[in-house]
């Protein structure tokens, strides 16, 4: 038992200090920002030092030959993904997931991602309401990025000012159905809501995606299937 001891410490000694070589050699890169490729080397190379760590019957030859050539190989992928035919095979593509202060549904459900998801990165994005929003991708690492709508500078003041003022938004409809209760908080009922659409052009609940209120009642939604151009994305 105590051999085994001793050799898995002299395994955590020797194999952490190559897995540092090993990682300045492959690049610097944040691990929020790792893309899809390099994300899966990550895991493989914590799944081969943590078996070589754990089992002292595994040959140490054989896990340092194998991070060696992971090395190696994503070498070879980086390189690979500077060619603009075939780089985008080895990562995800961005998507467009907000337009116009619209969402874009087909998008969202092609990337499985929630409009919870899309809200709270909005939120942490300091934006409470989606018509502030000229544009939002959603990029290969995950992250959402967020083009607003025009804003200018006050004259004589050092900060600036949005064009469309900032309001807080409570959602009333998802995904084709109402919130009783969040109406009922500001003060109106579904008939008023439904009335709102149809002066809108909306004649049916169900082809809303999402719609919100701020407390002044003012109505913002999206459409299950907008007819909206959106711009290609070649980056």
Same mark, same amino acid.
Request: net charge negative; charged share 15%; glycine share 4%.
């Given at each position: 038992m105590l051999t085994e001891i001793l050799t898995v410490i002299a395994r955590i000694f020797t194999i952490l200090p190559l897995l540092l070589v090993v990682t300045i050699f492959m690049g610097r890169r944040a691990i929020g920002e790792l893309?899809?490729?390099?994300?899966? @080397?990550? &895991?493989? %190379?914590?799944?081969?030092?943590?078996? !070589?760590? +754990?089992?002292?019957?595994?040959?140490?030859?054989?896990?340092?030959?194998?991070?060696?050539?992971?090395?190696?190989?994503e070498k070879m992928i980086a390189s690979l993904r500077l060619n603009q035919k075939i780089g985008h095979y080895f990562t995800f593509s961005p998507v467009i997931v907000i337009k116009d202060g619209k969402l874009v549904s087909q998008n969202l459900k092609k990337i499985k991602y929630s409009m919870d998801s @899309?809200? &709270?990165? %909005?939120?942490?994005?300091?934006?409470? !309401?989606? +018509?502030?929003?000229?544009l939002a991708i959603i990029e290969a690492n995950g992250r959402l990025s967020v083009f607003q709508k025009h804003t200018s500078n006050q004259i004589g003041n050092n900060a600036a000012t949005s064009d469309i003022e900032s309001k807080f938004t409570y959602p009333v409809i998802v995904d084709g159905k109402i919130y009783p209760n969040v109406l009922k908080q500001l003060y109106v009922?579904?008939?008023?809501?439904?009335?709102? &659409?149809?002066?809108?052009?909306?004649?049916?609940?169900?082809?809303?995606?999402?719609?919100?209120?701020?407390?002044?009642?003012?109505l913002h939604f999206s459409k299950k299937h907008e007819n909206m151009h959106l711009p290609p994305l070649y980056f």
């Open positions: 893309p899809v490729f390099d994300f899966l @080397i990550v &895991l493989t %190379l914590g799944s081969v030092v943590g078996a !070589d760590i +754990a089992d002292p019957n595994i040959k140490h030859i054989h896990t340092a030959v194998a991070i060696i050539f992971i090395a190696i190989l @899309i809200l &709270l990165m %909005l939120r942490q994005n300091n934006i409470f !309401d989606l +018509a502030e929003v000229e009922d579904e008939v008023w809501l439904l009335h709102a &659409l149809q002066s809108n052009g909306v004649q049916d609940i169900e082809d809303v995606f999402f719609a919100t209120l701020t407390e002044d009642l003012t």
